[in-house]
């Protein structure tokens, strides 16, 4: 079956614009994640929506950055006024939702973003 | 706040020796510990889930220990391959409410040579 998809696969923008980073994950998976990725570093967690709500959005770095999920399936990643410091790898990964969070979670390719 | 070390960026061996990966934490005790393979411009790619009341777990050619006292993981490749050569991440419970999302080590990166 499909994997966890990403669009786009590689984003430049321009410091102080604006972007949208889309996540389709795995049929029937109601865990979404998003993380992000700088070079040499491990994923960094962002926010997890759990259905259609965000369970926790505590890994946001600041306002600038929002994400949706509204029917539960396709998630959209936004950030305001990018600045060249945001420039790194987007992850989406989705899970089953089983009790007590013992879950692998199904990582995209992600969503490289450059900030000129 | 809490802190994952991974014992070092890179790691290389010859083939058909045993890999052995080192994870450290501090700060708090994860309910689970996960271990991830990455390949260069790939996401991450689920290998092994251990809970902090298992001691070992194995799949095929890899195992895992999860040592709650000293707060150390170790994940071991045996009878390495060159196709094994990647980044390995070390991966724990977040301890906060939702307590799915994941903290991820740096990764260590083992290069296997024929």
């Known amino acids: 079956g499909a994997g966890v998809s990403q669009t786009p696969s590689n984003k430049v923008t321009e410091k102080g614009k604006y972007v949208e980073l889309r996540c389709d994950p795995i049929s029937g998976h109601t865990a979404l994640y998003w993380y992000r990725q700088s070079l040499g570093q491990g994923p960094e967690f962002l926010i997890y929506f759990q259905g259609t709500g965000a369970a926790d959005d505590s890994g946001l770095p600041n306002d600038r950055f929002f994400a949706v999920r509204p029917e539960g399936s396709v998630s959209t990643l936004k950030i305001q006024r990018t600045e060249r410091g945001d420039s790194a790898v987007y992850l989406c990964?989705?899970?089953?939702?089983?009790?007590?969070?013992?879950?692998?979670?199904?990582f995209g390719p992600g969503t490289r973003l450059t900030v000129l | 706040s809490q802190k994952i070390e991974q014992n070092s960026e890179a790691l290389n061996i010859q083939e058909g020796k045993t890999a052995t990966l080192t994870c450290n934490y501090t700060n708090y005790s994860p309910a689970y510990l996960q271990w991830y393979r990455q390949d260069p411009g790939r996401g991450p790619v689920f290998l092994l889930l251990?809970?902090?009341?298992?001691k070992e777990k194995r799949k095929e050619r890899l195992k895992v220990t999860f040592d709650t006292t000293l707060k150390q993981s170790l994940f071991h490749i045996t009878a390495s391959q060159p196709a094994d050569s990647a980044t390995y991440l070390c991966a724990l419970a977040s301890p906060n409410q939702a307590g799915t999302a994941l903290i991820f080590g740096k990764g260590t990166t083992l290069s296997v040579s024929s």
């Open positions: 990964a989705s899970s089953l939702a089983l009790a007590g969070g013992y879950n692998e979670q199904f």
């Open positions: 251990i809970r902090e009341n298992e």
